[in-house]
């Protein structure tokens, strides 16, 4: 084996025609397809790691990520069979877990796939003319179900399944969308909408039973349970009537460079669409992405975010007019990624989104723009670590391999077929159809600075030196001269297209190779050819010196890498049944790389093996047109027809990259034009003077805002003084009160404590008589309880007797129906056979009548003719009535077999109402037993409830007394509370007042200021032109000094003077501008002046109010601490109240203690009175006191 190794590095570029080919596995990292392999990428770290593909895949179809993030599903082409390969993402390598295939089913292809939301499952769509969906337990590799989903005429374009149910699968699709459920082994289909009008492009489950659809014609249709429901409105007719106006103009501009194909938009399409947690997102149209919110019962368009247009290209094909393919979310619904038609990434931060609602949002790249054509060119350069390349899609590229970023890009009128970079840098040539063209690589920008009549030129390349380039025009090569830009040589030989030239080292020699087998060795001094190898049945591709220059290495149609010196072939080293398109050889000599048809890459250890001794890499998905190497020997930079560019690094077996025999050292100077140097310098001064201006304006409004706050730091000090003052005296008056409020506590308590002693010795002396009456009421109510439950059992088991009386009475009156319709259908039986029997003697009697008839009639047929016709009708007229008694017949005996049927039917529903019957009796006995415990329980119920209502009429008239002495304590102090109410009630009406006039001030002084700041804003524009005005001076004042200088040369003064007038003297009068300015300047003058004085009355008025308002807050003040007086001494006089009452219980509860210890006192009501007494008064005082 090779003992040098190539390691993919970076790539970029997105292979397209793949459905689903964007998905976040976590929240910075993407998976996406390039080339032949599938790129994780990070855009934090922006590193890649590679998954690669099959070795005989024949390309990627479609992709799928599981709802854990963590198994990639990708479905590629095989060569009989369709295959699914499962990857692991944590793996670092992407270990590859299963290869899944359609088992029996047929297919080459599968065109869509989806994981169920368990990550268990998987789902597959092959392709047409099946059109097959399989379901795979896909960790066994085990088929567990497979149908037939559409006809060869509606493809299916999604596959998913509901996240909310692993059993249910959706399929939409050109007039197909079908919903799947997994039961019982099988997919079975479980809604049947009629859309054979509609084609479908996209779908995704919002909630567990809707799905919304996206058609070809612009349309969001609602799917609940598999039918449609209503139809989302876009409400993007303005926008795309904006759209198609933008359009059109643009393509009026392009009339005079290019064709115009299509004369008006087409319709928008939806083409992808995705669910998330505040709604959903669709593309609306070619770059536009909307974002919908939920509402109630619908969605609300909220959002819409557009591909910006490509700041290097004017035209609608690119950028903004991209359809969109894909959408994806991060796992925390931050950012919303997106790829597009013509192979782009694009992303945009949802929160950034929400915060700047007011601007227009638009995607950014997610890493840098990629080519979304065929790559024709690939150049690198010496002294820079630049690769440039062209391509079909009428871009050039400039990319920096070290830091892995897009330098440059420019977009061209036509495609570019060759590129080449000078070893500076700084220059690079591109060939195109019409001409190749010479340019400069600025800071900025690609320009153009010489052009050369090279037609269609394939191929070109400059020479180690710089000096020299080679530009290929059909079979003849043109060499430049980069210094004089003069054609020094023209090499003739090829007989076909040229494919392929490369420059030795000391750029002494030229080699090609060419469609015509040949491969020429040329003299660049003297433009002979040294020597040559043709080889007509080959058709070469590529050639490349070896690393001393004296062989060189083609590839080419025979499917073989020769190495050829001195017109004979050395070595060749056969290919396995796939061609070389491209060749390149390291500087080291140590091995050689080849590009394949099939886009893989190859490397072949050098000298060149006997045997077919070789790496291979999966890289490209298309054939390889250019390969190069950089001259450090690091990198192997490859370019495909897949629109990818590959970067490998070149490393031995451990892992250490290889040592260059040449110092090569990186320059960073760029190419800066003198204008826009002098434009920067420009605006940097302009910058300058700018930033001062606003630091003097900001340290202006500082020391403003300073003095302001330390004016109202001083109101706010004063004020609070004052409260402090007011605060302390208003303490020391409730420090007073409160004690006198004591001592008139301390009097009335001793009072009502006597008070309530007499009332005391009252109560217990009359509620010791009701207790003896309810008593007796007691021993009453027991015994009409007893009476009542006796009555109830008696009546119970009369009605159960009367029950089963009446279904004994029932069932013998049912059964004698019953045989009496059993004998009724055995007579209508016996009779049916009856007239069975004699309808089959009449038929046959008939036929004997008929056979005598018949009979007669031919013997006597010749003599007879007319009697033979009249019996004839007789006959028929016999036959008829005949038919017409056998179809009566016959609906007699099928009425009698239906009430036959009837009365079977009669018998079951009897039978069925008997079995009811009995269950009712059942139910009838359990509700019995039933109300039996639920009278004992309310028999104890009513006695709890008795001894409950004994003692509360106990403190009935206790409570009643003690409420209408706090009620007439109590009224004259709400009185009081009521008027404070209302008079606190004005106060607040007319601090509002006051609040209103401030507003309306405040209003007043801002429209002011705002018109005081567009004076200001006119002022300093009248003061910007000025000052252009008097730059304008100084120069006419240097230009009148430079023309000083011709005093002595008449001729050249009067040029000179005749140059200055037409330069600073308007064909339209300056010195009425002056006198205008003048004016406008004296008229704002005057608005400035009035604006001050009316800024000064507000002023007045504001601070006057303001006294005004200050006086009318401190008067509420005043009012409001003498109401929080009152009020806490109300709260007070409670507080007293809640303990006199709490007294009367104590003493109470006294009493009761010493009637408990009586010794003629009863056990019963000794328990009744201290269990439950003391649970229902407090509540019942609390509720009073509340």
């Not at 770290?45 to 895949?57: A, H, L």
């Not at 308590?749 to 509620?767: G, I, P």
């Amino acid at each position: 084996m090779s003992a040098v190794v190539a390691q993919s590095h970076f790539i970029f570029g997105l292979r397209r025609g793949v459905a689903n080919n964007l998905c976040f596995f976590d929240e910075h990292s993407l998976v996406f397809p390039c080339g032949n392999n599938c790129v994780c990428f990070n855009t934090v770290q922006r590193c890649q790691r590679f998954i690669p593909g099959s070795e005989k895949s024949q390309g990627m179809r479609a992709m799928a990520i599981s709802a854990n993030r963590r198994y990639l599903a990708v479905s590629e082409r095989g060569g009989e069979r369709a295959t699914v390969t499962v990857f692991d993402l944590q793996h670092e390598q992407g270990r590859k877990r299963k290869v899944l295939t359609a088992g029996d089913a047929p297919g080459r292809e599968f065109v869509c796939v989806a994981f169920s939301p368990d990550s268990k499952y998987l789902i597959g769509q092959t392709g047409g003319p099946e059109w097959t969906l399989v379901l795979w337990l896909w960790e066994k590799q085990k088929v567990l179900a497979s149908v037939k989903t559409s006809n060869p005429n509606n493809p299916v374009t999604q596959v998913s399944f509901n996240p909310h149910n692993n059993t249910q699968l959706c399929v939409s699709g050109t007039g197909l969308f079908k919903m799947f459920r997994y039961t019982e082994g099988a997919l079975k289909q479980s809604s049947f909408p009629k859309v054979e009008t509609m084609g479908f492009l996209c779908h995704t489950w919002v909630k567990a039973e809707r799905v919304i659809a996206g058609t070809d014609a612009g349309r969001l249709l609602v799917f609940e349970s598999g039918d449609l429901r209503r139809e989302i409105g876009a409400a993007l007719e303005a926008d795309r009537s904006q759209d198609a106006a933008s359009v059109l103009l643009k393509l009026c501009r392009q009339v005079g460079t290019r064709k115009i194909q299509d004369e008006a938009p087409t319709a928008s399409r939806i083409t992808a669409i995705l669910s998330y947690s505040k709604g959903f997102a669709c593309s609306m149209g070619p770059g536009t992405v909307c974002l919908f919110e939920k509402t109630e019962d619908s969605y609300r368009k909220s959002r819409e975010i557009k591909i910006p247009p490509d700041p290097y290209n004017d035209e609608v094909t690119s950028a903004e007019s991209q359809e969109i393919d894909t959408m994806c979310l991060s796992p925390a619904e931050e950012t919303l990624a997106i790829s597009t038609e013509q192979g782009q990434l694009y992303s945009v931060s949802l929160s950034s989104v929400d915060v700047h609602k007011e601007v227009q949002a638009h995607f950014e790249f997610l890493s840098q723009s990629f080519h979304s054509k065929s790559i024709t060119g690939l150049s690198v350069c010496l002294r820079k670590p630049f690769a440039a390349t062209s391509s079909l899609d009428r871009s050039v590229r400039i990319w920096n391999y070290e830091t892995k970023e897009l330098e440059l890009y420019k977009e061209f009128q036509e495609e570019a077929h060759s590129v080449a970079l000078h070893p500076t840098g700084l220059f690079i040539l591109v060939g195109f159809s019409d001409k190749l063209r010479l340019m400069n690589l600025v800071m900025d920008d690609i320009r153009t600075f010489k052009e050369f009549t090279v037609r269609g030129c394939r191929e070109c390349a400059f020479s180690h030196g710089g000096h020299m380039f080679a530009a290929v025009n059909g079979n003849v090569i043109h060499i430049y001269s980069v210094n004089s830009f003069e054609n020094i040589l023209t090499l003739k030989g090829h007989n076909g297209k040229i494919r392929g030239i490369e420059w030795s080292l000391d750029d002494s020699r030229l080699v090609s190779c060419g469609m015509d087998g040949a491969v020429y060795e040329w003299n660049t001094q003297t433009g002979k050819r040294e020597s040559e190898s043709v080889l007509k049945s080959c058709g070469y591709t590529g050639v490349a010196f070896s690393s001393d220059c004296k062989t060189f290495l083609a590839v080419g149609s025979d499917l073989t890498l020769k190495e050829i010196q001195d017109c004979q072939v050395l070595r060749e080293v056969p290919a396995d049944e796939v061609a070389h398109t491209a060749v390149a050889v390291s500087h080291s000599g140590r091995v050689v790389f080849t590009g394949a048809s099939n886009g893989t890459i190859r490397a072949i250890k050098y000298p060149l093996p006997i045997q077919k001794d070789w790496i291979v890499y999966q890289a490209h998905c298309g054939p390889v047109t250019k390969m190069a190497i950089t001259f450090d020997d690091q990198f192997l930079l490859t370019a495909s027809e897949d629109g990818c560019l590959s970067m490998w690094k070149i490393i031995d077996k451990e892992g250490r990259g290889l040592k260059s025999s040449r110092q090569i050292v990186h320059t960073d100077e760029i190419l800066v034009t003198k204008s826009d140097l002098e434009e920067k310098t420009q605006t940097t001064l302009e910058l300058k003077m700018r930033l001062e201006e606003m630091q003097m304006e900001n340290e202006y409004q500082l020391r403003l805002r300073d003095m302001n706050y330390n004016e109202k730091m001083k109101e706010i000090s004063d004020k609070l003084t004052q409260q402090i003052e007011t605060l302390q005296t208003a303490q020391q008056a409730m420090k007073t009160e409160m004690e006198r409020q004591e001592r008139e506590h301390q009097e009335s308590s001793a009072e009502v404590a006597m008070k309530h002693s007499r009332e005391l010795k009252d109560l217990e002396s009359s509620y010791g008589q009701k207790l003896i009456v309810e008593h007796e009421r007691f021993q009453d109510l027991r015994h009409r309880c007893e009476r009542a439950r006796e009555d109830y059992e008696r009546s119970a088991k009369t009605a159960e007797e009367r029950e089963v009386r009446a279904l004994e009475e029932l069932t013998r009156r049912y059964e004698a129906e019953l045989r009496e319709k059993t004998r009724q259908l055995a007579q209508c039986q016996e009779d049916a056979q009856q007239q069975m029997r004699e309808f089959k003697e009449i038929i046959k009697q008939e036929e004997e009548d008929e056979e005598r008839v018949i009979h007669n009639i031919k013997i006597r047929y010749e003599k007879k003719l007319r009697a033979e016709e009249e019996a004839v009708a007789n006959l028929t007229r016999e036959n008829g009535i005949t038919a017409h008694k056998f179809h009566s017949l016959q609906r007699q005996i099928d009425d009698q077999r239906t009430d036959a049927n009837k009365l079977k039917q009669e018998r079951q529903r009897l039978l069925g109402l008997i079995r009811s019957l009995e269950s009712d009796i059942e139910d009838l006995k359990r509700q019995i037993a039933g109300h039996e415990k639920t009278n004992q329980d309310k028999d104890k119920t009513i006695s709890g409830l008795k001894k409950k209502n004994q003692e509360l009429e106990k403190l009935k008239f206790v409570l009643d007394f003690q409420l209408s002495e706090l009620k007439k304590r109590t009224e004259p102090q709400q009185d009081e509370i009521g008027e404070k109410k209302e008079r606190i009630q004005q106060l607040e009406g007319e601090l509002v007042q006051t609040n209103e006039s401030n507003t309306q001030l405040k209003l007043a002084v801002s429209d002011l200021r705002l018109k005081l700041r567009t004076r200001d804003k006119e002022m300093h524009k009248e003061m910007q032109r000025v000052k252009d005005l008097e730059t304008h001076l100084q120069r006419l004042k240097s230009d009148l000094h430079h023309c000083v200088g011709f005093i002595q040369e008449p001729k050249k003064l009067k040029d000179s003077v005749q140059v200055i007038y037409a330069r600073y003297v308007p064909h339209d009068g300056g010195v009425n501008k002056i006198s205008v300015g003048d004016d406008v300047q004296a008229a704002v003058c005057r608005q400035r002046d009035h604006l001050e004085r009316t800024v000064h009355s507000l002023r007045t008025s504001l601070a006057k109010s303001a006294d005004a308002h200050e006086k009318v807050y401190v008067r509420i003040m005043k009012e409001n601490v003498t109401l929080i007086t009152e009020i806490n001494e109300l709260r007070k006089e409670l507080c007293l109240a809640r303990t006199q009452v709490k007294d009367c219980k104590a003493q109470l509860a006294t009493y009761k203690r010493s009637n408990q210890s009586r010794p003629n006192s009863e056990a019963g009501p000794k328990k009744d009175s201290s269990g439950s007494v003391t649970s229902p008064v407090d509540r019942k005082v609390q509720r009073d006191e509340y």
